[in-house]
């Protein structure tokens, strides 16, 4: 698994539908880029100058929302995963 640095997380990106609700099948360009995925990682902070850690706002398991073309795309194995800062992280969904 990866361990993501300082003031990183990992996100599993959200799959999108393949079909619309009235069956029709759509193609991967039409389809709109997901911008909601679960977190699987959490680094342990950004490091101040003094030395002192910021705790992440955000932990593992949280489903948020993240800025439309934010982060890297990384594969590992079968899994797509995301690797952003915790600033382009935008809400947490309850």
Known sequence: MLKP???RVIIQKKEQEQTTK???VLTDTAKEKTNEG???AV???R???NGERVKPEVSVGDHVV???YAGTEIKQGDEKYLVL???EVLAVIE
């Open 5 to 7: 640095l300082a003031n």
């Open 22 to 24: 009235s069956g029709i």
């Open 38 to 40: 679960e977190i699987v």
């Open 43 to 45: 680094g342990p902070g």
């Open 47 to 49: 490091l101040l100058d």
């Open 66 to 68: 993240y800025q439309q």
């Open 85 to 87: 800062s915790e600033e």
